[in-house]
């Protein structure tokens, strides 16, 4: 069965750091080919040092990325690059100041070649509450909020605790079950960004060993694959057990609190298998092939919020 290409959109009203996020992705590929469709390449600013050519809307990188330009039909862009030949790793796309980002996410979705990985939306601390009391743009900043699987609350540094503490509010009152991360100059962790490997949130959690509680934020200074254990628990299993669709399903529809991402094969029959995904507020079970290495389950959730006992009792337990 062919793996479906992940789609990441990334939203958030203009001057939020979505530009800034989507060069860091682009610096930061570590050997991922990625595809990212934006609206303006002038707005983007990329390195030269990164760019090894252009041709018409796209411009192709040093580290086998390539980003290409929407112009008036992101459909065409994004089939473009489903039929370029090229092997691509993820898809991102970063939709303008001021459009919703679900919409496009749904667009995304409708590619059979797609799987939606989460939208992301970005929201700076210091303009929030300024352009949340403003009739004319409230409409639009809360229906980006409610498409949101994380809210990344950006240029934190910028805002006192009090204001801070109010933006977190707003952000709550508009979309309460949507996880929260807080943050400057668009620093998002990869493991945020791009969703889990199973093998190496297993490895991650093995050699930091357990993580005592402790809930916390980003404080700028912890960023690196190998620092994430100061920013997150990450829990995994092997179920040996069969476990029924439909009980999986309706735990994604109400999954415990504190839970960032979740991923993972299981057995769902006698020769059935399906991989279980969770991002931010959605979740899906899809048909898998059997795993090499058997089932499995990886989840990770800021340091000392993770629902481990949910999760035992979900994925752990004895049939």
């Given at each position: 069965?062919?793996?479906?290409?992940?789609?990441?959109?990334?939203?958030?009203?203009?001057?939020?750091?979505?530009?800034?996020?989507?060069?860091?992705?682009?610096?930061?590929?570590?050997?991922?080919?990625?595809?990212?469709?934006?609206?303006?390449f002038g707005a983007l600013n990329i390195d030269a040092a990164l760019i090894a050519g252009a041709s018409g809307d796209t411009i192709a990188l040093t580290n086998g990325c390539v980003c290409c330009q929407i112009g008036d039909d992101l459909s065409r862009a994004l089939i473009q690059v489903l039929e370029s030949g090229t092997r691509f790793d993820a898809?991102?796309?970063?939709?303008?100041?001021?459009?919703?980002?679900?919409?496009?996410?749904?667009?995304?979705?409708?590619?059979?070649?797609?799987?939606?990985?989460?939208?992301?939306?970005?929201?700076?601390?210091?303009a929030a509450m300024a352009q949340a009391r403003d009739p004319l743009l409230a409409d639009t900043l809360e229906r980006q909020l409610k498409a949101a699987d994380m809210v990344v609350i950006n240029k934190v540094d910028s805002v006192t605790p009090d204001e801070l503490a109010r933006v977190r509010e707003w952000v709550s009152s508009v979309a309460s079950r949507t996880p929260q991360y807080e943050t400057s100059q668009s620093r998002l962790p990869r493991v945020l960004r791009e969703g889990l490997s199973l093998s190496e949130a297993r490895e991650e959690r093995d050699a930091r060993g357990c993580t005592q509680p402790g809930c916390g934020h980003d404080d700028h200074s912890?960023?690196?694959?190998?620092?994430?254990?100061?920013?997150?628990?990450?829990?995994?299993?092997?179920?040996?057990?069969?476990?029924?669709?439909?009980?999986?399903?309706?735990?994604?529809?109400?999954?415990?609190?504190g839970l960032l991402r979740l991923k993972g094969v299981l057995r769902t029959g006698e020769a059935a298998w399906s991989e279980i995904q969770f991002a931010g507020r959605h979740g899906a079970l899809r048909k898998a092939d059997a795993p090499v290495d058997g089932a499995a389950v990886v989840a990770i959730g800021l340091r000392g919020c993770l629902p481990v006992a949910a999760l035992e009792a979900a994925f752990a337990a004895s049939a």
């Open positions: 069965m062919k793996p479906r290409l992940q789609l990441t959109v990334i939203g958030g009203f203009l001057g939020a750091g979505k530009t800034t996020l989507v060069n860091r992705w682009l610096r930061e590929a570590e050997g991922q080919r990625i595809a990212v469709l934006v609206n303006d898809v991102v796309i970063e939709a303008s100041g001021v459009s919703d980002p679900w919409r496009i996410a749904q667009l995304g979705m409708a590619a059979p070649e797609l799987a939606l990985e989460g939208v992301i939306v970005l929201v700076d601390a210091a912890h960023h690196e694959a190998h620092d994430h254990g100061e920013l997150f628990d990450t829990w995994s299993c092997r179920p040996g057990r069969v476990f029924d669709p439909n009980a999986l399903r309706a735990w994604l529809r109400d999954t415990p609190p």
